[in-house]
């Protein structure tokens, strides 16, 4: 009888038996696969937390100081000016009367045919001040500013070109008036202190004809000579409010009333308007809706990450996180801390009104608001910036740092700030020589430079001013923002730095006019301010102080005064501030959440490795698989082709047949 097995031998579907094997030795990957997705699933949502923090943190950026909250207000006008009040400006009425605006100096030209026509080369030399009695008082502020006119730029248009380019605080434009062209010069800056003296080197050695380069000479004193033609004259804008006359180099008041910045835009004289100056309390309602707004977004986007369908018996993504639960609750803690020192008489948001409802969410009272910000005791500034009060009026907040602690602290004052100075030791000379007594060679701060003074004979306050506008114009010392005072006494000049502190100098080097201006000069460093800021030693830098301990970061300026102790300052970080270093602190690289990143890249970088390892670990197996397959598979071939032999062998034997019965 022959040996038999149904679906074997040779017939043998290995390829089928090793995939349905292989099915199960997977299983692990897919597993894997399943973790790797949920994975990259917390990784997008933990994004969606950082871009929702992200989001409440910008607009806290515009609040971490006063001066940035609340917002500007809204433009108050009357006839001939419109004007801007913050909400800290005193409210009230304000008669104002527009007598006359501020106007830049104008001077033309005679006239030209073509802007090609040649006017003449050699230097420009423009100077500002003022024009009185038939003489004229240099500006010590506006240093005067030499012009290079050469061959090349010696045409009308290349003469405007070579003024434009020198940006000397004029402007050139040429302008056709129907019989022809005409150069027209204008100060940059408007008021009669900034009216222009043009004299000239001219090539043609004649420095007032009207030939040449001297064509554009304008001065206008007496004996002065005037070839440029006034079209408008230098004049201060003028006004009266409340009866008392102001007067202003430009058309912008921003001192005049406490808090509002007037622009004037017509005369209205003799007519006098009334200016109505109220809080702007609708900006600060936004502004604080709008923080309330940024907020509730914040919590709506973790809610979505963290809430439970309870009905679906589905999870979020974050549901029960602990690090969402630990941004939470240090979010809380900012809005639960009661602030002090702040001095604006605030402590807590729900003063003015904000307070969180039952499902996590803030809430505005805007009536609430609205009292606290009309109630002048109040200063909702408080709660939101990072705020400094001093009690002395010369001693100003500057700004704090992060590692200021909330708190009053007591300000006392050992060094007032100083600036270096140079003072002559004899009566200067009034009157200075071309090449004998014109040069001036001085180190102001730590930077050298020479100043050639103009000829002539001066008073002791026009030389005084002349030696200032012409040190304050020289390249080395403008171009590193350094400049100085000059001044006299009883003829005797002083030199002072603009800066204070101990990098504060003035040493005169030399120059043939020191010797007649200053005799043996007396100079004396400047220094930095010295105190304490809640009883510990600052850190003095020209007129800044800033504290340490507590008061680690808390600079403060002392505008003069006299030494000791010098009132309190009251410093508190509002809830803005805070927010939004904590915010900070939460995006950071290092962060809390940055750390849950990376474990989870971490894990997902390890699913990676066991991947890899199982996928060789399964390559193994499967051709293992196979071995033993196509083993078996040959194995029982060989076994039938065995039995069909034997079956033929045994039908062989004698007696086997059936006819042998």
């Known amino acids: 009888m022959a040996l038999s097995s149904p679906g074997l031998g040779s017939g043998l579907d290995v390829s089928s038996l090793v995939s349905q094997l292989m099915a199960l030795e997977r299983r692990p990957l897919t597993a894997l696969a399943t973790k790797e997705a949920k994975y990259q699933a917390q990784l997008s949502a933990y994004g969606s937390l950082k871009g929702a923090l992200s989001s409440f943190k910008r607009p806290l950026q515009h609040w971490p100081t006063r001066q940035n909250f609340p917002p500007p207000g809204k433009p108050c006008r009357s006839d001939g000016s419109h004007g801007k009040r913050p909400a800290s400006a005193t409210a009230g009425s304000y008669?104002?009367?527009?007598?006359?605006?501020?106007?830049?100096?104008?001077?033309?030209?005679?006239?030209?045919?073509?802007?090609?026509?040649?006017?003449?080369?050699?230097?420009?030399?423009?100077?500002?001040?003022?024009?009185?009695?038939?003489?004229?008082?240099?500006?010590?502020?506006?240093?005067?500013?030499?012009?290079?006119?050469?061959?090349?730029?010696?045409?009308?248009?290349?003469?405007?070109?070579?003024?434009?380019?020198?940006?000397?605080?004029?402007?050139?434009?040429?302008?056709?008036?129907?019989s022809g062209n005409r150069l027209v010069i204008a100060s940059k800056d408007t008021g009669v202190a900034n009216a222009l003296k043009i004299t000239v080197a001219d090539d043609d050695a004649n420095n007032t004809d009207t030939a040449g380069l001297s064509q554009l000479v304008y001065n206008a004193a007496t004996g002065g000579t005037t070839n440029l033609t006034q079209t408008v004259a230098a004049q201060n804008a003028t006004a009266v409010i409340d009866g008392i006359s102001v007067s202003k180099s430009s058309n912008t008041f921003s001192d005049a009333i406490e808090?509002?910045?007037?622009?004037?835009?017509?005369?209205?004289?003799?007519?006098?308007?009334?200016?109505?100056?109220?809080?702007?309390?609708?900006?600060?309602?936004?502004?604080?809706?709008?923080?309330?707004?940024?907020?509730?977004?914040?919590?709506?986007?973790?809610?979505?990450?963290?809430?439970?369908?309870?009905?679906?018996?589905?999870?979020?993504?974050?549901?029960?996180?602990?690090?969402?639960?630990?941004?939470?609750?240090?979010?809380?803690?900012?809005?639960?801390?009661?602030?002090?020192?702040?001095?604006?008489?605030?402590?807590?948001?729900?003063?003015?009104?904000?307070?969180?409802?039952?499902?996590?969410?803030?809430?505005?009272?805007?009536?609430?608001?609205?009292?606290?910000?009309?109630?002048?005791?109040?200063?909702?500034?408080?709660?939101?910036?990072?705020?400094?009060?001093?009690?002395?009026?010369?001693?100003?907040?500057?700004?704090?740092?992060?590692?200021?602690?909330?708190?009053?602290?007591?300000?006392?004052?050992?060094?007032?700030?100083?600036q270096g100075a140079a003072v002559g030791g004899v009566s200067a000379g009034l009157t200075i020589g071309a090449g004998s007594n014109d040069t001036l060679d001085l180190t102001v701060d730590g930077v050298a430079a020479s100043v050639t003074l103009g000829a002539g004979t001066y008073t002791a306050a026009t030389l005084a001013a002349e030696i200032q506008s012409k040190i304050n114009g020289a390249t080395a010392l403008s171009s590193a923002g350094i400049g100085v005072v000059v001044t006299q006494s009883a003829g005797v000049l002083t030199v002072t730095s603009s800066r204070y502190g101990a990098s504060s100098a003035v040493s005169l080097t030399g120059g043939n006019a020191k010797a007649d201006l200053f005799g043996t000069q007396t100079e004396t460093a400047g220094m930095g301010v010295a105190g304490t800021i809640g009883g510990i030693a600052g850190t003095g830098s020209g007129r800044m102080l800033t504290g340490a301990g507590d008061a680690a970061g808390l600079a403060l300026r002392i505008d003069g005064g006299a030494t000791g102790g010098r009132g309190t300052v009251n410093f508190a970080r509002g809830f803005a501030y805070e927010l939004d270093k904590l915010v900070g602190r939460m995006l950071e690289n290092d962060s809390l959440i940055d750390g849950r990143i990376d474990g989870i890249n971490a894990s997902i970088k390890d699913i990676g490795s066991r991947r890899d390892v199982l996928a060789i670990r399964l390559e193994q197996i499967e051709k293992r698989y196979r071995a033993q397959f196509t083993a078996l598979d040959t194995m029982i071939a060989s076994m039938t082709k065995t039995s069909d032999f034997l079956t033929q062998q045994l039908a062989n034997l004698p007696g086997s047949s059936s006819s042998s019965r």
Do not use: M, W
């Open 95 to 178: 008669s104002l009367e527009v007598q006359a605006l501020a106007q830049a100096h104008k001077l033309k030209s005679g006239s030209f045919t073509a802007t090609s026509d040649t006017v003449g080369s050699g230097t420009l030399t423009i100077q500002f001040g003022t024009y009185s009695g038939g003489s004229f008082t240099l500006n010590p502020d506006k240093a005067a500013v030499t012009i290079s006119v050469d061959s090349g730029q010696s045409s009308l248009a290349g003469v405007r070109d070579a003024i434009n380019a020198a940006n000397a605080g004029v402007s050139a434009s040429i302008i056709n008036d129907g």
């Open 259 to 418: 808090g509002v910045t007037l622009t004037l835009l017509k005369a209205n004289t003799p007519s006098a308007t009334t200016l109505n100056v109220s809080r702007d309390t609708a900006g600060v309602q936004a502004s604080v809706q709008s923080f309330v707004k940024a907020y509730n977004d914040l919590n709506k986007g973790i809610t979505d990450l963290t809430k439970y369908d309870a009905a679906n018996k589905k999870a979020s993504l974050l549901t029960g996180d602990a690090t969402v639960r630990s941004v939470q609750s240090q979010l809380r803690s900012v809005f639960n801390t009661a602030l002090t020192s702040a001095g604006g008489g605030l402590s807590t948001l729900s003063d003015i009104g904000i307070a969180f409802q039952a499902d996590g969410t803030l809430k505005l009272d805007s009536a609430k608001l609205n009292t606290a910000l009309n109630d002048p005791t109040k200063d909702v500034s408080t709660l939101f910036a990072a705020v400094g009060k001093p009690t002395d009026s010369l001693v100003s907040f500057v700004t704090s740092g992060t590692d200021t602690k909330n708190g009053s602290y007591a300000v006392n004052v050992t060094q007032l700030a100083t």
